[in-house]
C-alpha cells in the first residue's frame, strides 16, 4: 500500500490534471456566452433607430428572448461535469483516508444536489452560476439598448459595446469555472472526511510557486480542528486543498519555501516593499489578517 507522502503526491498530481480538465470546460462555457453574445449584437445592429418607449420596450422584449437557452445549456454541462468530478476524484480522496479510515468510501446520498448548493467563492452557489453569467451578459445588452433610447447612440455603435465586452465575459468565465471545479472536489472532500469520525483535523495543502498568494501561503502546512478550517478554495483560481492531518508529514513552511528562492524572485513575488520587511525579520505570518493581504499603511509602511 502506497504511503500517506506517496497518496498526498499522488492526489497533487491529480488536482493538476483536473486544472487542466476545468480550462477545456472553460473553454466550452466561452463559445455558449460568444454564442449568445453574437446573436444580442445581432439583434441590436438590426434594431434601427430607437425612438420612443415602446420601441425601446421591444427591443429589451427581443434580447430578453433566448436568455433561458443559455442559462439551460450552462446548466446541463454544469451538471454533467459534475457527475465526471465524483468518478474522477473519489479513488484518489480515497487513498488519502487510508491511513485514518479502512472502511470503503462512497459518494454522499445525493452528491450533485449537494455540490449544486455549495459556494464556489462563499456567497454565489454552483447551481445559481448559470444564472449569474446570463445576468452578466444581460446587462451588458440592455445598457447598449438603453444608450440607443436615451443617448440616440446609433445601433451599429451600441451592437459594437456588446461584442466589445465578450471578453471581459471570457476573463470572468475563465476564472469562475476553474474556481467551480475546485469548489465541486473541495466540498466532495468535506461531505466524506465529516462521514469519517477518525479523522479530527485537516491539514492546509498549498502548491508553492511564484503565483502562491501569501493568504494561501501562510496558511501551507497548518492544522485545523475538522469542522473550523478555512473556506477552501481560499479565492477564485485557489490551488489549495485540505487532507487529512493524522500521521501527515510535516510540510515545509511557504516561509522556508520563500527563504530558499533568489532575491529576485522573492522581491518578485512579494513586492519590494513586503520584501524588504521580509529581510529585515517580519514574519509572513505579519502579512495577512483574517484571510486577507494586509495593505502596506496596516503594516506602518507609507
Known sequence: MASYEEALDEYILHLVELAMYSNLLSDEVVDMAYTRMDELADIISNSGNI????????????????????K???????????????????????????????GGIKPPSALKDK????????????GDYPSVLSNRIQSIATGAAKSQFVFSTPSDIASSYVRENEEVIARGIKSDIPTIVDSSVRSTERMIYDNIDSIKSLIWVATLDGSTCLVCGTRHGKEYEKGKEPMCPAHHR?????????????????????????????????????????????????????????????????
Open 72 to 102: 439551460t445549456n450552462v446548466s446541463d454541462k454544469i451538471s454533467s461535469v459534475l457527475d465526471q468530478l465524483t468518478t474522477l476524484s473519489l479513488p484518489w480522496i480515497k487513498d488519502l483516508v487510508k491511513p485514518m479510515y479502512k
Open 238 to 302: 485557489c490551488r489549495c486543498f485540505l487532507a487529512p492531518s493524522k500521521d501527515a508529514p510535516k510540510l515545509s513552511s511557504y516561509s522556508e519555501w520563500l527563504s530558499r528562492q533568489t532575491e529576485e524572485n522573492q522581491r518578485k513575488i512579494l513586492g519590494k516593499s513586503r520584501y524588504e520587511l521580509f529581510k529585515g525579520g517580519m514574519k509572513l505570518d505579519r502579512f495577512v489578517s483574517d484571510g486577507r493581504k494586509l495593505r502596506l499603511e496596516e503594516l506602518g509602511q507609507e
Open 115 to 126: 455540490l449544486l448548493l455549495s459556494t464556489y467563492d462563499g456567497k454565489t452557489s454552483i
Open 51 to 70: 425612438r420612443t418607449k415602446k420601441r425601446y420596450k421591444e427591443l429589451l422584449a427581443q434580447i430578453q428572448d433566448g436568455e433561458e437557452g443559455l
